[in-house]
């Protein structure tokens, strides 16, 4: 053989390996991607399981413990909820649950009502604030085991369905028995609705949920019968809800053909959401609260109104929560709550905060802005310029990380004691107030029969103090003379709204304490200070 022919047979190698190389690039470029590889993989892994593993294995718990730590890496706000869950994860934003009809609270290990709610199956039955329940169906109920989940356990059921309880009256020597028939029982959205000054009304909405219009607009329509001409929309500590009721509170401030907020996804278009028909406040002076507390929906109804130039938001920077989850149902009547969609404020700003470090991090930035100073100092806040936005009329708003507030209220710590914290630590001011209503409820009703009379005239002097003192002393916190002194405002108000919250209901409570609350009084002074909406063009 010649070298020649060596050659040949060399160039013929090639030439196929050059077609075979070209056909394989071809196949690879012609090859996706399987959707469902993951799916198959994880699969897999299970029938593996199933059939290698040394001992048997609880198969839905691994999946649920898959699908939890699946969603975590997704963003800190999609999640998982199991089949027995759902019910109670709705109850809060759906606006009513089944039970009997009471606010209790557990004091020394006995479930005690505060209030029977009214019109409840409880209510008509002629049960009373301060009765205490010692048995249900018979079974003791005192004790250490009575925690607030075991009351859920035992007292709420099915509509139509009955639970005996027997209750300890005080002036009744036996025990007294009542059969609740069981009912759906609403839970409020609106905490507080009054006039804290004349022409200024007070709403406290404290969540989002499928009865919250309804509860406003009643609200607003009381408050402008009693000649409210300004507004104070307190949403400090409202973690949001429903989206859809975010916008009809939005809708209720804005002039019709106004963008309230926008939606868009990877997976999901824009979707506009437009005020529409005459709102019950389109005019008349507005402030909204916030917080650091304040978020999701919340932040929907604070952009609009400050995007639009419509009221002025007072408090500090919110939460920062600018996605938007959709539950999904899965086959076991579990949920899946996943984030489809971003949320943009009419100026175009997404107020969404990082989580790239992950959900730890991201839960951890109350601690960073204490850190940093953020809460009493707004000039420690950085936005960059990338994140710059206006509003209709030009002022200049920022996206990324909350909904930033047009009057800044730095958070006053200095009134907090550790000698607060301790008695509030063990609850020791509510139960106080607790056992101290349940001794004198008739001579406080006979003395205040109005709330009004209580509120101008009940003092809490020296004797009342004395008296709690020793009470909390019994219970293992001591009084200290300069945590007392540093925290004696905050102390005061707390027994006096207590007391006032279980002769009447949350409303009163509000009332006491907002008297000497600092934001809320920064609150009113913003709203009678016409040049500070002038300076900002505010409407009005």
């Known amino acids: 053989m010649t070298i020649t022919g060596f050659r040949s047979i060399e160039k013929g190698l090639i030439g196929v390996m050059v077609v075979l190389f070209c056909t394989i690039a071809v196949q690879a470029q012609n090859t996706k991607p399987d959707p469902n590889a993951g799916i198959k993989k994880y699969n897999t892994a299970m029938q593996i399981i199933r059939f290698a593993y040394v001992d048997t294995v609880n198969e839905a718990k691994l999946v649920e413990k898959a699908l939890v730590e699946t969603l975590k890496e997704l963003d800190p706000h999609s999640l998982y909820i199991s089949k027995k869950d759902v019910q109670r994860a709705n109850e809060p934003l759906e606006g009513n649950f089944d039970g009997i009809g009471v606010q209790f609270e557990i004091l020394k290990d006995t479930i005690t009502v505060v209030h029977p709610i009214p019109g409840g199956p409880s209510d008509k039955l002629g049960i009373m604030s301060g009765d205490k329940i010692i048995k249900i169906e018979g079974e003791a109920v005192t004790g250490k085991k009575i925690t607030n989940q075991f009351v859920l356990d035992h007292l709420r059921g099915k509509r139509g369905t009955k639970v005996t309880v027997s209750i300890?009256?005080?002036?009744?020597?036996?025990?007294?028995?009542?059969?609740?028939?069981?009912?759906?029982?609403?839970?409020?959205?609106?905490?507080?609705?009054?006039?804290?000054?004349?022409?200024?009304?007070?709403?406290?909405?404290?969540?989002?949920?499928?009865?919250?219009?309804?509860?406003?607009?009643?609200?607003?329509?009381e408050l402008k019968a009693a000649g409210m001409k300004s507004l104070i929309l307190d949403l400090r500590n409202n973690s949001g809800g429903y989206m859809g009721t975010s916008i009809e509170l939005s809708d209720e401030f804005l002039q019709p053909g106004k963008l309230i907020v926008y939606t868009e996804g990877v997976h999901s278009q824009r979707e506009d959401f437009i005020s529409t028909s005459k709102g019950l406040f389109e005019t008349g002076k507005v402030v909204v609260m916030i917080n650091e507390n304040s978020a999701s929906a919340s932040e929907i109804v604070s952009g609009a109104i400050q995007d639009w130039d419509r009221g002025l938001i007072v408090g500090r920077r919110s939460f920062g929560k600018g996605l938007v989850q959709r539950p999904y149902q899965l086959p076991d009547s579990s949920q899946m709550r996943l984030t489809t969609a971003r949320y943009y404020n009419p100026s175009g700003k997404c107020i969404q905060k990082s989580y790239t470090?992950?959900?730890?991090?991201?839960?951890?930035?109350?601690?960073?802005?204490?850190?940093?100073?953020?809460?009493?100092?707004?000039?420690?806040?950085?936005?960059?310029?990338?994140?710059?936005?206006?509003?209709?009329?030009?002022?200049?708003?920022?996206?990324?990380?909350?909904?930033?507030?047009?009057v800044f209220i730095p958070w006053d710590s200095t009134i907090i004691s550790d000698y607060y914290l301790d008695l509030r630590r063990k609850n020791l001011v509510n139960a106080y107030v607790g056992e101290y209503v349940d001794k004198n409820r008739k001579s406080l009703q006979?003395?205040?029969?109005?709330?009004?009379?209580?509120?101008?005239?009940?003092?809490?002097?020296d004797g009342f103090m004395e008296d709690f003192f020793a009470y909390a002393e019994k219970e293992g916190v001591k009084k200290e003379d300069k945590g007392y002194a540093q925290s004696e405002k905050l102390i005061k108000s707390q027994l006096k709204g207590l007391i006032a919250q279980k002769l009447w209901d949350m409303k009163e409570l509000y009332t006491i304490i907002n008297q000497s609350d600092a934001e809320v009084l920064k609150a009113i002074e913003v709203i009678e200070d016409d040049s500070l909406f002038e300076k900002l063009n505010i409407d009005r």
């Open 357 to 406: 470090d992950g959900v730890d991090k991201y839960y951890e930035d109350f601690q960073n802005r204490v850190k940093h100073g953020e809460l009493v100092h707004p000039d420690s806040i950085k936005f960059p310029d990338s994140l710059k936005y206006y509003t209709s009329r030009k002022r200049i708003v920022y996206g990324g990380g909350g909904i930033m507030p047009d």
């Open 446 to 461: 006979k003395s205040f029969p109005e709330f009004s009379s209580f509120d101008a005239n009940f003092v809490i002097d």
């Open 168 to 221: 300890y009256r005080k002036g009744k020597k036996d025990l007294i028995d009542f059969t609740i028939v069981r009912d759906k029982i609403p839970i409020n959205s609106v905490d507080a609705a009054y006039m804290i000054k004349p022409g200024i009304g007070y709403i406290n909405l404290n969540k989002f949920a499928q009865n919250s219009m309804e509860e406003f607009i009643s609200a607003v329509k």
